[in-house]
């Protein structure tokens, strides 16, 4: 595969994760400021929501609602918005049009056009629900209908990686940004700990291996340990590591090649680390860690499949 179509479909997955992720946490953010949920005041939850996000404050006080949402959601002007990762996206698969099915390019048109022609202060003064679920369905279809019109090849293995990567790196920034602004809200705060299980898609999941008693011991293990959970981090990893075995058995890349070895030592990390001692420690610096390894593996991809020399390719 050129090095051009795996950037591009790698580069599509991701900002299509990008902006459902957003869409997900601006849902429930909304929701909480709007029933007035008791714990963190409006500019806390706003500061942990770009955090969340690892996006800078848009140039908008943090009072005023309606303009932080079209920042984060219609903006065209603003790289954050969702709808800057939608264009980007469909520039991306625009660009390898030829290497994905008929039915994803009408679904991402399909998406890009629904989001685009919305008018910058329809999406507050209608219904913001009806948006996120529109950003959220439309992702989901997308990822649906590329597994079930794709081949499963080197092509659609670059569109796993993209989709976990980002996955991975964006639930690093979430916990983090929830427990550090537990001190606020009181350890045992339950509508907080919603928020973060329901910004991960994790209440009802958590709920039928745990049970409806919200504890932060319980959340951060889920979120980063658990194997089946399709947004945790262990989750994340596997799938990492099965495409780039799936990369390896289609090209001349090793699977003792620092690419592999880089996704197994990140799989170790989350396959044998006990939550106890995770949290008995400095929890930031680990999940800062645990970004730092999955950006490790995203650069070492680019420079493996993408800005490689003429001479390593020759070689």
């Not at 953010?29 to 996006?55: A, F, I, M, Y």
């Not at 973060?196 to 898609?201: E, F, G």
């Amino acid at each position: 595969m050129l090095s051009r179509v795996a950037d591009h479909l790698y580069w599509m997955s991701r900002y299509l994760e990008r902006a459902e992720h957003t869409a997900r946490l601006m849902d429930v953010h909304l929701v909480q400021l709007l029933e007035q949920v008791p714990g963190l005041d409006t500019e806390q939850r706003w500061k942990r929501l770009l955090r969340s996000l690892n996006v800078t404050q848009p140039d908008a006080d943090l009072q005023d609602i309606e303009r932080l949402t079209r920042c984060l959601t219609v903006d065209s002007s603003s790289a954050t918005s969702i709808m800057s990762y939608v264009v980007v996206a469909r520039e991306n698969a625009q660009q390898v049009r030829e290497q994905i099915s008929s039915e994803m390019w009408m679904q991402l048109n399909q998406l890009y056009l629904g989001i685009t022609r919305k008018e910058r202060r329809t999406v507050w003064s209608a219904q913001p629900y009806e948006f996120f679920t529109s950003v959220k369905e439309g992702s989901h279809l997308f990822q649906g209908i590329t597994d079930a019109t794709m081949n499963h090849n080197e092509g659609w293995h670059f569109i796993q990686l993209g989709r976990f990567i980002e996955r991975m790196v964006s639930l690093a920034d979430l916990v983090d940004s929830f427990f550090a602004y537990s001190a606020f809200a009181g350890a045992d705060d339950y509508f907080e700990w919603l928020a973060l299980l329901k910004s991960a898609t994790a209440f009802e999941a958590y709920c039928k291996i745990y049970h409806a008693d919200l504890r932060p011991d319980w959340i951060a293990e889920f979120l980063l340990f658990n194997s089946e959970f399709p947004h945790s981090a262990r989750f994340c990893v596997e799938m990492i590591l099965a495409s780039l075995n799936a990369i390896s058995d289609a090209t001349t890349l090793h699977r003792n090649s620092r690419l592999h070895r880089l996704a197994g030592r990140l799989r170790s990390t989350l396959s044998y680390d006990e939550i106890g001692e995770v949290l008995a420690g400095d929890f930031h610096a680990y999940l800062a860690d645990l970004k730092r390894q999955s950006m490790d593996i995203h650069e070492t991809l680019h420079e493996t499949f993408v800005t490689y020399s003429i001479e390593a390719a020759l070689a």
